[in-house]
């Protein structure tokens, strides 16, 4: 003959299954071991609730399933629109790669080569240099005069303005969305005001 215990966990009380019981090796007759956190009676298991050991009884709880409040449009605007300034600065601290005019040198330039882009400008304007140091794409040192790095500079500056002219662009479209706005789809197909927002494109690259 085999019993049959029921066990739940120790601290939420929640039904866990069930296993064999082990007979006392230290008694002849059919004593069985029962441990912490188990009964030998079988709960009452209903669908779409859960078991719980209480008071020395089994019962059954309803699960209860918390919803999430669905996001209003406002909502969902102030989120796409701090996903966009995030693109925007990600998109402004790249590295890019420019081809020096009338020449095959192509180098690498970010937002925070600018400051010593401007030195170097400051330098060969004050006289006595007719280049300085920078890097190709290589990594090999080379020699730019006041010519290059001004082109540097203003492939940067060029860069620049055209990702925050993209992100006002953008920016304007988002906060323009509204409830009662009437939006539809790249195939001319009716869409909801969220839907129009979701499909706006806010990458940089």
Known sequence: MTKIIYHYHP?????LGSSEAQRSPLDKEEIYLIPACA???????????ITYFENDSWVNKTIEIELVPELNLDDQKNIKLAQLKSNRDLSLSKSFIVELDNSPTQVYVNKSDYVIILARIARLEDGGLTSAEWSDIEGNRIELDLGEFKSLRNHI????????????SLKKEIEA??????YVDENNQPITPLQYLENININFN
């Open 11 to 15: 601290e939420s009380k929640e039904y």
């Open 39 to 49: 009964v030998d009676f079988a709960p009452n298991l209903e669908d779409e609730k």
């Open 157 to 168: 500056d060029a860069r620049d303005q055209q990702t925050y002219q993209l992100y006002f």
């Open 177 to 182: 969305v509204t409830v009662d706005g009437e």
